[in-house]
């Protein structure tokens, strides 16, 4: 349970990959799995991170246990991104705010300490609070 004071991270990393062709949260990306580099890049400005997963992703599940998150799973994440969005705030409920990011993202960020200002540009879901978010994108050709 979280502190009714503290800003969450909800890192959404339920989906299939059924596109990618399974298994895009542990692919190789630059030396570290996908799903892990979202997750740290979250960490980095949101130190309370919560990690939604399939059931049964037991392998992404211990990558991601790793970083320091807490890693649940949403038992009808088949019913698309809208029931894992909904299964990370119902376990973090006493949260003041939530900064959500996707785990297959892992070149975006969050601004650090965007968390702390009270007049971001950006809402996510939150109940009171509002959220710069910083696309941190690196591209090498």
Same mark, same amino acid.
């Not at 339920?14 to 949260?25: H, N, P, W």
């Not at 009808?76 to 990370?88: K, P, Q, R, V």
């Not at 996510?124 to 609070?129: K, Y």
């Given at each position: 349970?979280?502190?009714d004071a503290?800003?969450?991270g909800?890192?959404l990393?339920a989906g ?7 298994e ?6 630059e030396?570290?799995?996908?799903? &892990? #580099?979202?997750? =740290?890049?979250?960490m ?8 939604v %997963? *399939?059931?049964?992703? !037991? +392998?992404l ?10 890693? &649940? #799973?949403?038992? =009808? ?5 809208g029931a894992?969005?909904?299964?990370? %705030? *119902?376990?973090?409920? !006493? +949260? ?15 601004a ?11 809402t ?7 959220f710069a978010?910083?696309p941190?994108?690196?591209?090498s050709?």
């Amino acid at each position: 349970m979280v502190s009714d004071a503290a800003i969450v991270g909800i890192l959404l990393a339920a989906g299939r990959g059924a596109r990618f062709g399974g298994e895009k949260l542990l692919a190789d990306l630059e030396g570290e799995r996908i799903g &892990v #580099s979202a997750c =740290n890049h979250l960490m980095a400005a949101v130190p309370d991170v919560i990690v939604v %997963v *399939r059931p049964h992703d !037991d +392998a992404l599940a211990a990558a991601l246990a790793i970083t320091g998150a807490r890693v &649940v #799973s949403c038992p =009808n994440s088949d019913d698309g991104m809208g029931a894992s969005l909904a299964h990370g %705030v *119902r376990a973090t409920i !006493d +949260a003041k705010g939530w900064v959500v990011m996707l785990a297959d993202m892992p070149w975006c960020g969050v601004a650090p300490g965007a968390a702390d200002m009270p007049n971001g540009i950006s809402t996510m879901a939150t109940r009171t609070n509002s959220f710069a978010i910083k696309p941190a994108i690196s591209l090498s050709l």
